[in-house]
């Protein structure tokens, strides 16, 4: 069986619903999810803000995390189910959505066939990022899309030396470097020039964002691979992870990328060939499409 597409272990019982009040309309429809679970019996049924959801750990246990949002609220409940194993399923409430699974009419419908176990899981890599500074770990994330080495505030280009399993690869002159995931492939990356991915391989793609005399090409990676990015810079420089998290960066400062042991999985009712109808639709309705989604 292809590992990275799986079937629901069993019905879910335990259901977590997750929202973002800055949504619009994601507070009224996360209680109408509510409503609609909460009338079938033998349902263990949770509802909280996404970020009252990363303080409490109420993702602890659940069967099925329901997302409320666009494609960032997607970001931050993935990495946080991921950690505890819970797939989620997303309805979109943002502009582009390539990561939720239904539109806010149709999921009555689909939450359907999920508690009746008609569905899949589809899992998708994510990277995990360590900070490092003379030799000490400042900081570790785990990130759905992409780990960004980019300049601070001026708009002066900054040095990043770069290794690719221990072996040097390039010194990038430019704004920044993107190293991304398949998912993150349709992410910032897309927005730099990148190619597109298949949600379901396992390579890590290095595009850099405005170089100047420096390789202006994607490079994707085999599985397996790590990424470490020397900053080289006399102003301010920045770690950004999956757009969630932001470092400063000092001169000198190691930033190492791998495959981290961590999955997010998500749930899905569409046929498996979804992705490519659905991102040729999306680019059609969005041709800006960019990283703010």
């Known amino acids: 069986m292809d590992q990275t597409h799986l079937p629901l272990r069993r019905p879910p019982e335990r259901i977590g619903i997750l929202y973002n009040p800055l949504v619009e309309r994601s507070a009224a429809l996360a209680a109408e999810v509510h409503a ?8 263990a049924i949770t509802q909280a803000a996404i970020a009252d959801a990363e303080v409490t750990n109420c993702v602890a246990g659940q069967d099925l995390v329901v997302v409320l949002g666009g494609d960032g609220s997607m970001l931050r409940t993935g990495t946080l189910a991921a950690r505890h194993g819970a797939p989620i399923l997303g309805i979109n409430l943002g502009r582009l959505g390539f990561l939720g699974e239904v539109e806010p009419d149709d999921w009555p419908k689909a939450l359907a066939r999920v508690l009746a176990g008609d569905c899949w899981l589809e899992e998708r890599m994510m990277l995990h990022i360590e900070h490092r500074r003379e ?54 990356a897309l927005a730099a020039g990148g190619p597109v991915l298949p949600p379901e391989l396992r390579n890590i793609l290095l595009i850099a964002i405005a170089p100047h005399l420096s390789i202006d090409r994607a490079i994707v990676l085999p599985q397996g691979s790590t990424v470490e990015v020397i900053a080289r810079t006399e ?32 749930v899905r009712v569409r046929p498996r060939h ?15 499409a960019d990283k703010n989604r």
């Open 36 to 43: 609609f679970l909460a009338a079938r019996p033998k349902l």
């Open 135 to 188: 030799g000490q770990v400042l900081g570790a994330y785990e990130a759905l899309n992409e780990a960004v080495v980019g300049r601070g505030a001026l708009a002066r280009p900054i040095r990043l030396k770069t290794l690719i399993d221990g072996g040097e690869l390039t010194t990038y002159v430019a704004d920044g470097l993107i190293v991304a995931t398949p998912t993150g492939s349709t992410a910032y």
């Open 235 to 266: 102003h301010q420089a920045i770690l950004s992870a999956d757009g969630q998290h932001e470092m400063p960066l000092q001169d000198g400062d190691r930033v190492v990328v791998s495959m981290s042991a961590f999955h997010t999985h998500f």
């Open 274 to 288: 979804y992705f490519y109808t659905s991102l040729v639709r999306r680019m059609q309705q969005n041709p800006s």
